[in-house]
């Protein structure tokens, strides 16, 4: 809360049986039962940076939105929006009144609706980041893989 008493953040755990939080290697903050079992996870709350390991998900948290600048936390001009077969970066301005597809990535032509996609980005030994995207159509999985010299 701030120190006025306003609440500014809040994971409605309450009830939930929770006794304890920690942070991941991952970059997850988590808060969990006696049973080690996760009530809230921060992964499930994407803003403007996905971290290894993190989800988009269709039917939840679905996109990523960039910040005005450093110093200013205000949602900036461009969202990466993760749609049912495709990605999509959108650009916003105040001079358009909805946002501008930017770019479109449609790498799932023949799902017929994407429900989640976790990306992971792993360096290999030679001097490569992967990206790898594994999505769920319907129950069933698949899986992409993109690699990128540095």
């Known amino acids: ?87 999509v970066l959108y650009y916003t301005t105040n001079k358009t009144p909805k946002p501008i597809a930017y770019y479109e990535y449609e790498f799932f032509t023949k799902i017929t609706q994407l429900q989640s996609m976790t990306f992971q980005a792993v360096e290999d030994s030679d001097t490569t980041w992967g990206l790898h995207m594994e999505g769920v159509d319907s129950g069933s999985k698949f899986n992409v893989s993109t690699f990128l010299s540095r």
């Open 1 to 87: 809360a701030e120190a006025d008493g306003r609440v500014v953040w809040q994971t409605n755990t309450a009830n939930k049986g929770v006794v304890g939080i920690k942070i991941l290697e991952n970059g997850n903050m988590v808060i969990y039962d006696s049973n080690g079992k996760f009530v809230w996870q921060s992964f499930d709350s994407p803003t403007d940076t996905l971290l290894v390991g993190q989800s988009l998900k269709l039917n939840g948290r679905n996109k990523l939105v960039s910040r005005l600048s450093p110093s200013v936390n205000k949602n900036g001009p461009y969202s990466l929006v993760m749609e049912a077969k495709k990605l």
